[in-house]
């Protein structure tokens, strides 16, 4: 048996841990209300940088895991307040419409004109589905006109999943090709597997790295942002891992450990 006795806070994954595409995974809504139940604070964190965390919560409502938002961060919420942090007041976006309003609904100017390019602070990099060779040329130039310029990825993921097992480009595709082209590499990493959201999620929570178990179905995103944090970290997965990688066939076991 696996020593849980000092978590207070569980966080579950998104995608392809609670629910895959528009369906909630098998056991996953059972598990989320028996932990509650338990007394266990629940959070959900997601790479998402297409979504705010009140349309996450609105999804995750609808499938029957009843989120409150303030326990949904998303790397699109955590990239504006990391930029804010950094007192980043412009920038050119690569991403969809979503991340753009957000970003100037929060007094962050989102560069577009040509002829303002070099007034970008920072490109950030999110999930874009229409990433176009004109995008990553205005990426390119402001680099060169300006080299005090941030690279800033929302996140890595290669691919995310859809229905039926089908996985799709995800913002990982959009970064390395915008690193390629401007010859360099990313400055920051705000989603997983950088440990940036559960830096934001303990400090404002006021918990301990050891009071918390993170939950996902990657290795080298979800379980390598647990190790960079320093804290528990379960894998759902039907593969054989090394020993020391907690992992556990289907969601539904938690309800047996904890």
């Known amino acids: 048996m696996n020593d849980f006795k000092n978590i207070k806070a569980i966080i579950f994954d998104l995608d ?22 338990k007394g266990y604070e629940v959070f959900y964190l997601t790479n998402n940088s297409t979504r705010t ?8 409502d609808g499938l029957g895991f009843s989120a409150g938002v303030e326990r949904v961060c998303s790397s699109l919420s955590a990239s504006i307040t990391y930029l804010k942090h950094q007192n980043i007041q412009s920038v050119y976006c690569v991403g969809m419409k ?18 303002a390019l070099a007034s970008a602070q920072a490109v950030l990099v999110g999930m874009d589905s229409d990433l176009s060779y004109k995008k990553i040329a205005d990426a ?17 993921d290669r691919s995310y999943p ?9 913002c990982g595709a959009g970064v390395a090709a915008i690193e390629n082209a401007c010859e360099k590499k990313m400055d920051y990493i705000v989603g997983k597997p950088n440990a940036y959201m559960l830096e934001l999620l303990s400090e404002e ?19 390598a942002m647990a190790n960079s944090f320093g804290c528990k970290g379960v894998l759902i997965s039907d593969k054989k891992h090394a020993d020391s990688v907690l992992t556990i066939p289907s969601i539904e076991i938690l309800q047996k450990w904890l």
């Open 98 to 115: 979503e991340l753009i309003i957000q970003l100037q609904a929060n007094g962050i100017t989102v560069v577009n004109d040509t002829d």
């Open 16 to 37: 392809g841990t609670l629910y895959s595409g528009n369906h909630a995974m098998p056991y996953a809504v059972e598990t989320v209300t028996y932990l509650k139940q």
């Open 162 to 170: 859809v229905e039926n097992g089908v996985r799709l480009p995800g």
């Open 140 to 156: 390119y130039l402001i680099f060169q006109l300006n080299d005090k310029c941030k690279l800033i990825a929302c996140n890595l």
């Open 53 to 60: 965390p009140a349309q996450i919560k609105t999804k995750l």
């Open 205 to 223: 929570w006021r918990l301990n790295k050891d009071e918390l178990l993170l939950v996902g179905d990657t290795l080298d995103s979800d379980i």
